[in-house]
């Protein structure tokens, strides 16, 4: 009985490694991309068409994570978890995080003791300079001013 019981296990371990490797070598699983809007409005729909039912309209600078990509759409996820299609025309590769707490502090260095640059209210957008390896991203606000602000305190990234 215990051979079998081996036995099982070796093949159910083979049978998941054999369907990581396919899902991988065939582009199901990959790291998140991420992109925002480009235009002053796009509008998204429930479905990959202009005839589909209209969502909501986002704004320029609004960030959103690629899920699915089509030739001329893409389904999109965004801060929230909504999900909706855009058409890829509306994209740009400028990675913006959003602001998720109430009040985040942006410093002049990536340490919570360092001086305060600014501070940006919840669904802000802000421009994702770089990761850092300490958990802080440096950002940089629409009107210039750039700074750290904590990864936990957005979304985006």
């Not at 235009?39 to 704004?59: C, M, T």
């Not at 025309?89 to 360092?114: E, P, W």
């Amino acid at each position: 009985m215990m051979c079998r019981t081996q036995a099982l296990r070796r093949f159910f371990r083979l049978v998941g490694l054999g369907l990581l490797l396919f899902f991988s070598s065939s582009g199901a699983v990959q790291a998140m991309d991420y992109r925002s809007i480009g235009s002053e409005r796009a509008i998204l729909y429930d479905a990959p068409s202009l005839q589909a039912k209209r969502l909501f309209v986002a704004g320029k600078y609004y960030p959103v994570e690629i899920i699915v990509n089509l030739d001329q759409w893409a389904k999109v996820r965004d801060s929230v978890g909504d999900l909706a299609w855009v058409e890829k025309k509306h994209l740009k590769d400028t990675r913006m995080v959003v602001v998720t707490v109430a009040r985040a502090d942006i410093r002049q260095a990536a340490d919570s003791n360092a001086p305060l640059v600014f501070q940006a209210e919840r669904d802000v957008a802000l421009e994702l300079v770089e990761h850092g390896s300490t958990g802080w991203l440096k950002v940089r606000h629409r009107d210039g001013q750039t700074g750290f602000i904590l990864a936990t305190q957005v979304w985006g990234a």
